[in-house]
């Protein structure tokens, strides 16, 4: 029986599922329900709608507490408790050095040096103060913004996975922007979903080259790259990735891999990953046990892949 793919556009991007069963009509119903948990999230998530609670979170917390839901409250902790794994390598109080380095809806740009260091004493999650007890979050600043761009797909792939599986789903895949996807059981007559990872290049290529195929099965892979979204100057290429702790773009590193059972997860650590790079992989890698990890780092115009449990395709 084909499978039934349900589609649609949130959070900027592409969400699509793709589900197997024996019955079609209950399986485009889960889809729907999915989805529809994946736009709820985009309303309450998004930085870019002044109805979001994020956006009523972000333009009062430094005049005050601000309660918020204990759904937003819950992940708001998950992504203190990330920040502090990754030694601060992800961050979502990056917001003010995004928007200074011209990537928060735009191409990107090379700010004056008072600028960044302007922006870098708005950032930091020890401007956060989240009060357990009353579900408050409080600003130590003005100018502090909360941006969840490098976890908030993630999150929703997780949570549509969720209402698949309590909708009796057992063969699913949900993909968020092909940045984030999550496998539900393996396809019919296979052990795993075979996901690809493409060789990282600065400009779209005509026919890419395959990196890795990566099996997954009650897991989920979030991919994080800088080509997509970069500029340049003096010859040296700024990607929209920024790098909390030194307040500039990421460098070295192009792209970065992260396979976990939680997709929320995947997508903060591999952000953390490719803003590490090389030098921070074992760090981050020993984070979770089961990892799969993969970091493609560029100098001089050559690439050099390293890879902790995922099986990279051999050159030529």
């Not at 930085?47 to 819950?74: D, I, K, Q, W, Y």
């Not at 003010?96 to 004056?112: I, T």
């Not at 891999?257 to 591999?270: F, G, I, K, Q, R």
């Not at 760090?283 to 995922?310: C, D, F, H, N, Y």
Request: proline letters at 7%; a negative charge.
């Amino acid at each position: 029986m084909p499978p039934v793919t349900v589609a649609c556009h949130a959070m900027a991007t592409r969400f699509e599922i793709v589900l197997h069963g024996d019955n079609p009509a209950a399986l485009r119903a889960a889809g729907e329900e999915a989805l529809a948990q994946v736009e709820q999230l985009e309303s309450q998530l998004s930085l870019f709608r002044a109805s979001s609670e994020m956006a009523h979170l972000n333009a009062r917390a430094a005049n005050g507490p601000v309660r918020v839901t204990p759904g937003l409250f819950a992940l708001l902790q998950q992504a203190q408790k990330l920040c502090e794994e990754s030694s601060g390598a992800f961050d979502i109080t990056v917001a003010p050095l995004v928007r200074c380095w011209g990537f928060m809806g735009g191409d990107g740009r090379f700010p004056p040096p008072d600028e960044v260091a302007e922006a870098r004493a708005k950032v930091g999650m020890g401007l956060v103060q989240l009060n357990r007890a009353d579900f408050t979050v409080q600003f130590a600043r003005e100018g502090v913004m909360l941006d969840l761009g490098a976890i908030g797909k993630g999150y929703a792939v997780e949570r549509a996975a969720e209402v698949l599986r309590e909708a009796g789903v057992t063969s699913a895949l949900i993909h968020g922007g092909t940045s984030t996807v999550q496998a539900l059981g393996p396809p019919p007559g296979e052990a795993f979903w075979k996901i690809a990872i493409e060789t990282p290049s600065p400009a779209p290529a005509a026919s890419p080259t395959l990196l890795a195929t990566v099996p997954l099965k009650e897991e989920a892979m979030s991919v994080s790259g800088v080509w997509g979204n970069s500029f340049q100057v003096a010859g040296r290429t700024f990607g929209h990735i920024i790098d909390p702790r030194t307040g500039e773009p990421a460098a070295g590193t192009v792209l970065a891999a992260v396979v976990l059972p939680s997709a929320t997860e995947t997508d903060a650590l591999s952000t953390a990953l490719l803003t590490v790079g090389a030098a921070g992989h074992d760090a981050i890698a020993k984070l979770r046990p089961g990892m799969r990890t993969l970091v493609v780092s560029e100098s001089g115009g050559q690439l050099r892949v390293e890879a902790k449990g995922i099986k990279v395709r051999p050159a030529g």
